[in-house]
């Protein structure tokens, strides 16, 4: 064995290479290109683009699966990474992609690699809106779709906290509504960038400080780009941030028809950053318009009815007061009026009465008037004084006498006295 | 007019006032004092309406500028 190996010949290492490389071409023939479809597992970009590609599915611990190392040349990889960036992806680890290239032996590293000249773009778009479409359903699964959309918002939300890159158009758009309205929004900003491979572990910290800094609402404005410009805003880790955020996270980002998984979690989404502004504004100015608007006009209304009602109310009582003075005093006029005429009425009675009882008195006084007596043959006798005589003891026997009658006097003298017998 | 109590103690007392001439309790006697002490309360009564009247006509602008948005 020994011997037999000793007949062939020694060959310099390059020789070796060159050896292998005319092998190599003979069966694959001189870059001759082959699709190869595999995983990244690793992913390496300076100028030049790196990839360690593994067959799909195989697991990372096992030390013996074949691993292709694939590289791109900076001149061929501008343009791919262009079309790949202008589609929103970035080459990643756990990506399945077809490159195209060829069989490419790197001697001063002693490697045999794969040459890129061409990616299946449209597949690795298909995987890419798959894998987006796990994020979306592994998020749903965990209830994180609508964790934030549950988190309360404030009634006026005024302060402010703002994740964006100043500078911006969307920046400008988003600041631009709320500091050109009439109320006085107070804008907590940390800048970020809002594409590119770094701009996800920024909006992360961005909104972690924000949610800590104790904000009423946190807005997360991107204006428009492609789907490479906006595909932080499709990242893992931004879209947890903003489902675990206790403060309610707003989005404003792209244009019409963007929606980023960004957008699905968060609590509000706008179509734009205009838009994202013209809604907070409305729905300050929605607030104002119910508690303080309307309450100023009830209250104008109010205090309108309060005073006219007073106003009523005192003119009532000083109405219903003169009426009932008047009312009273002719009350009492009518009963005095009415005493006077009974008084009139009984004083006629009394006097009628008076006027019956002297007639009926006279009448009687009369029959006992002395002249009629006279004339009825009765006389009066008075002593010499003038006094009346009744009774034997006034006068005395000879004494001189004076008699009255109807039609005159005479005198007598008292012959005898004599006794009435009993 | 000092003796004048709050709005709702005032008005209070002139309804009571009303309300025994209405009841027909006044007497002749005491109806110019009642009537007297009915038109203290009401001129009082009055004279803070209007003073309440003029300090809301001063403030309805201001309310107004709210209401009406500006």
């Given amino acids: ?422 | 007019m000092s003796d004048v109590h709050e709005w709702n103690d005032a008005a209070n007392e002139l309804n009571a006032i009303v309300a025994s001439f209405d009841e027909g309790e006044v007497s002749v006697d005491d109806l110019f004092a009642k009537l007297e002490r009915a038109t203290t309360i009401i001129e009082a009564l009055e004279a803070r309406l209007a003073t309440t009247k003029a300090k809301v006509e001063e403030l309805t602008p201001r309310i107004a500028k709210v209401a009406e948005g500006e």
């Fill in chain 1, 1 to 422: 064995m020994v011997s037999d190996t000793l007949e062939e010949p020694v060959l310099e290492v390059g020789e070796f290479y060159q050896l292998l490389t005319a092998h190599l071409e003979s069966e694959f023939g001189r870059r001759r290109p082959h699709w190869v479809r595999g995983e990244i597992a690793k992913v390496h970009e300076k100028g030049h683009v790196y990839v360690d590609l593994v067959d799909a599915g195989s697991a990372s611990s096992d030390t013996k699966r074949p691993v292709l190392n694939a590289h791109c040349w900076a001149t061929p990889w501008a343009p791919l990474k262009r079309k790949l960036a202008a589609e929103g992806v970035n080459l990643k680890p756990g990506m399945v992609v077809s490159f195209f290239g060829y069989v490419d032996v790197y001697a001063p590293q002693g490697k045999i690699g794969f040459a890129i000249t061409e990616i299946d773009v449209e597949g690795l778009l298909g995987d890419v809106a798959r894998r987006r479409q796990e994020l979306i359903l592994r998020l749903a699964n965990e209830g994180l779709l609508d964790r934030n959309k549950a988190r309360t918002l404030v009634p006026v939300p005024l302060h402010v906290g703002l994740v964006a890159s100043p500078g911006t158009e969307g920046y400008s758009d988003f600041t631009g509504q709320l500091l050109n309205s009439r109320f006085s929004f107070d804008i907590v900003l940390i800048k970020t960038l809002v594409q590119g491979e770094q701009a996800p572990a920024q909006i992360v910290g961005a909104l972690e400080s924000l949610d800590e800094h104790g904000v009423d609402v946190i807005c997360v404005v991107r204006g428009g780009g492609s789907k490479g410009d906006l595909a932080c805003f499709d990242d893992e880790r931004v879209a947890r941030a903003i489902a675990l955020s206790s403060t309610p996270v707003f989005t404003g980002i792209g244009h019409t028809g963007d929606e980023s998984v960004a957008d699905l979690v968060a609590h509000t989404r706008a179509i734009t950053p205009t838009k994202l502004g013209e809604e907070l504004v409305a729905m300050v100015e929605n607030w104002y318009d119910t508690n303080v608007r309307y309450s100023s006009q009830r209250l104008l209304e109010l205090s309108t009815d309060v005073l006219d009602e007073a106003m009523d109310y005192l003119g009532e009582r000083r109405r219903t007061m003169i009426f009932a003075v008047r009312d009273r005093l002719r009350a009492e006029e009518r009963h005095l009026a009415s005493t006077r005429e009974r008084l009139v009425i009984q004083g006629r009675h009394l006097v009628a009465s008076a006027a019956q009882m002297l007639a009926s008195n006279r009448q009687l006084l009369g029959a006992y008037d002395p002249v009629r007596r006279l004339a009825q043959g009765w006389s009066v006798v008075t002593d010499a004084n003038g006094a009346v005589v009744k009774s034997l003891g006034d006068v005395t026997s000879g004494e001189e006498i004076h008699v009255l009658v109807s039609d005159g006097t005479f005198g007598a003298q008292v012959m005898q006295k004599k006794e009435t017998p009993s």
